[in-house]
């Protein structure tokens, strides 16, 4: 009921605290409260109607209205949805070449001894063998892509996202970046870049929905760091979690070893995924992935404020996508 007020004054002064964000959380995962989630959503949609979009074409292919319910269908069943197109080689090797050349932040252990990630960015190509990940933290800095900037605008994303949500959606994460073995980091720290690197099992809930569009920029295989859900997780909380945080792989196997599933891919493999079920990225033990990263939420109330996501692009960007630009930018209106 709490999270249900804390949403009603957020709409009222389109503020958040920090306090609601823990509230929302421990409601879910720890009271299980997923019946007032569900009511949210559903005044949500009312408060923000979703775009009527009848078809839209872009990297997923032609999607009208038949597909779309296709694709949503299942992910409301298993919670993800892995798609037959893929992204093609040519733009592969573009934003490969851009995420191993730009300057970007990676984990490692601060002055303090906790694991966080740096303050000055690096390479990748010069870093590698620093760190297990290297992430891009700062959108302006991908949209110096013109290949992310076109996954970004892409209709087809937009058109799913917007269905699943069933309401207007905002992009409220934007990245990209590198995970590697573990085994040159010193074994006294190697539980705090797992848990740094989102590999062990998680929760995300950081908005009331949202679905997570991911591409493998790499092969994926067992090996080099497959993404691993939970089939069903993102219906409700499970019973046999009654705490917010990580969560051990013995926990979740002996509970629902039938339902963990490894995402693995060729490059180019484009994946929908709604990370409110339990989910992980498995540890590499050989070679690198990269991987892109991008998420719709059906509202902004949760984790922290946004100022008017307008600053975040790059002028250009209103004639090179002039057929979806409007619908990303004038939120507001």
Not at 45 to 55: D, G, H, L
Not at 56 to 68: A, C, E, H, P
Not at 239 to 256: A, E, H, K, P, T
Request: charged share 25%; proline share 2%; aromatic share 16%.
């Amino acid at each position: 009921m709490k999270t249900l007020i804390n949403y009603i004054v957020f709409i009222l002064t389109n503020k958040n605290t920090f306090e609601a964000y823990l509230t929302m959380r421990k409601s879910y995962m720890i009271f299980h409260e997923y019946k007032y989630f569900n009511f949210i959503c559903f005044i949500n949609s009312v408060v923000r109607k979703k775009y009527n979009i009848k078809t839209s074409t872009g990297v997923l292919g032609f999607i009208d209205s038949k597909r779309s319910k296709t694709i949503v269908d299942e992910i409301n069943k298993n919670g993800f949805i892995v798609f037959d197109e893929k992204i093609s080689d040519e733009i592969i090797l573009k934003l490969y070449s851009f995420a191993e050349q730009t300057p970007i932040h990676f984990l490692e252990v601060r002055e303090d001894q906790k694991v966080e990630y740096s303050n000055f960015k690096e390479s990748y190509s010069k870093g590698k063998n620093k760190s297990i990940r290297h992430q891009f933290n700062d959108t302006k800095d991908i949209f110096e892509s013109k290949e992310a900037r076109n996954l970004y605008f892409d209709s087809t994303f937009l058109h799913i996202a917007n269905d699943y949500l069933n309401s207007r959606p905002w992009v409220d994460i934007f990245t990209m970046w590198w995970s590697t073995p573990i085994n040159k980091i010193d074994d006294k720290y190697k539980h705090e870049f797992i848990d740094s690197a989102a590999q062990m099992f998680h929760y995300d809930l950081d908005r009331l929905k949202f679905l997570k569009f991911f591409i493998y920029l790499t092969d994926v295989n067992e090996e080099n760091g497959p993404h691993v859900y939970v089939k069903g997780s993102h219906l409700k909380p499970f019973d046999f979690i009654n705490y917010d945080g990580r969560y051990s792989d013995d926990l979740i196997f002996m509970n629902q070893a039938e339902n963990i599933v490894k995402l693995t891919g060729k490059k180019g493999t484009i994946m929908a995924v709604d990370t409110r079920g339990i989910h992980k990225g498995l540890e590499l033990l050989a070679g690198e992935r990269l991987i892109y990263q991008l998420q719709f939420t059906n509202s902004l109330f949760g984790t922290r404020n946004y100022k008017d996501y307008k600053d975040k692009y790059h002028s250009k960007c209103k004639n090179e996508f002039q057929g979806t630009y409007s619908l990303f930018v004038n939120f507001q209106k």
